[in-house]
């Protein structure tokens, strides 16, 4: 008896992930594809913030160069409403980072409506991490990815 409980194996269990664990994952590396020098500062809302800035101060030299007449001023026009996106865009993502690393429970209440779209990215990203693929289809899968990702997030902040 005292043999078999020695050499008993552990039951190997499933650990399941709530969805909020699995978009935090997601928006995680998101944010890591965004901020490349992330690893160079070690806390990536620090490069986020800073990179924030950058983009502001392009912003606004874009906006202040403004002229519909010349095409160099149509130019900084396509720049600005670019920028402008972009800003955004990482906002969203520092905005749920930080939300989703305060709270997850509340976070996976509010995402019920959004499990199975999810499963569904957190799914397809763990396969795509596994495999390998070209640098352009990489670039176009994180470019869906995170038009995803954030469609739920502006859904639910």
């Given at each position: 008896m005292?043999?078999h409980?020695l050499f008993?194996?552990?039951k190997?269990e499933?650990?399941?992930i709530?969805s909020?664990e699995k ?8 944010l890591?594809k965004e901020?490349?020098e ?5 806390h990536i ?5 800073f990179k924030?800035?950058s983009?502001?101060?392009?912003l606004?030299h874009?906006?202040?160069?403004l002229?519909q ?5 149509q130019?900084h026009s396509q ?6 996106k972009q800003?955004s865009?990482?906002?969203m ?12 429970k509340?976070?996976n ?10 499963d ?6 763990i396969?795509f991490?596994e495999g390998?693929s070209?640098?352009q ?5 994180w470019?869906?990815v995170?038009?995803?990702v ?7 902040l």
């Amino acid at each position: 008896m005292f043999l078999h409980t020695l050499f008993k194996q552990p039951k190997q269990e499933t650990v399941k992930i709530c969805s909020a664990e699995k978009l935090l994952d997601l928006v995680r590396k998101l944010l890591e594809k965004e901020l490349p020098e992330h690893l160079a500062h070690n806390h990536i809302l620090f490069t986020a913030n800073f990179k924030l800035e950058s983009l502001n101060n392009s912003l606004n030299h874009h906006r202040s160069q403004l002229n519909q007449q010349l095409k160099l001023g149509q130019y900084h026009s396509q720049m600005y409403h670019h920028l402008q996106k972009q800003v955004s865009d990482l906002q969203m993502l520092i905005d749920s980072y930080m939300e989703l690393n305060i709270d997850l429970k509340q976070m996976n209440h509010r995402l019920h409506f959004h499990y199975d779209q999810i499963d569904y990215l957190h799914e397809n990203y763990i396969f795509f991490m596994e495999g390998l693929s070209s640098d352009q289809s990489s670039l176009l899968f994180w470019q869906t990815v995170k038009e995803d990702v954030l469609d739920i997030i502006r859904k639910i902040l």
